[in-house]
T-cell receptor
């Protein structure tokens, strides 16, 4: 089946340092899935951070960016300089294309980012 | 502003008891979803709905029922709760197209003793 694998557990980064959270996907039932990053801040629900629906394209938001690489089936999340306010749980996800009749997402396990001063 | 609310936010239940988790959305979205999140797992889809009166089984529906009495409300029902259903449950709503953003509630932490 379809699956998403991302950096496990917790990542601790010092403020102003760079971040990368790895995400790879396996889309056996989907030719070119849509790819997403969601973020969950403490006490809140998940919210969309960025999405890319075309292979080869880059999405960006709030200083984060991710590039849809269909050759390596990856969608890594990067930020050049993190802040303490970026501390949250980040989820990589995919969904199928139009006309499949299936609007379900597949989520990764989440990666907790802790930014320290 | 679009909003998805869940109640209760925390729940402790006994094994064999009935539990109802409620979700309300003011987004006027057709689609609604129930997920559970366990450590080491991504959000896993339990049930979803395409509109009032419809419910569909997700990837892990066993032990759960769902009800969508209106556009705004979507409930998850555990008729006979078991300790294995201890988890954090998220409700979400979204438009009825394939790469639509999903809007999530804050989650319900359920503990079954």
């Amino acid at each position: 089946g379809d699956s998403v694998t991302q950096t496990e557990g917790q990542v601790t980064v010092s403020e102003s340092k760079s971040l990368i959270i790895n995400c790879t996907y396996s889309a056996t039932s989907i030719a070119y899935p849509n790819l997403f990053w969601y973020v969950r801040y403490p006490g809140e629900g998940l919210q969309l951070l960025l999405k890319v629906i075309t292979a080869g394209q880059k999405g960006s938001s709030r200083g984060f960016e991710a590039t849809y690489n269909k050759e390596t089936t990856s969608f890594h999340l990067q930020k050049a300089s993190v802040q303490e306010s970026d501390s949250a749980v980040y989820y990589c996800a995919l969904s199928p294309l139009v006309n499949t009749g299936n609007y379900k997402y597949v989520f990764g396990a989440g990666t907790r980012l802790k930014v320290i001063a | 502003e679009a909003a998805v609310t869940q109640s209760p936010r925390n729940k402790v239940a006994v094994t064999g008891g009935k539990v109802t988790l409620s979700c309300n959305q003011t987004n006027n979205h057709n689609n609604m979803y129930w997920y559970r999140q366990d450590t080491g797992h991504g959000l896993r889809l339990i049930h979803y709905s395409y509109g009032a009166g419809s419910t569909e089984k997700g990837d892990i529906p066993d032990g759960y029922k769902a009800s969508r009495p209106s556009q705004e409300n979507f409930s998850l029902i555990l008729e006979l709760a078991t300790p294995s259903q201890t988890s954090v449950y998220f409700c979400a709503s979204g438009e009825n197209w394939n790469y639509a953003e999903q809007f999530f509630g804050p989650g319900t932490r359920l503990t079954v003793l």
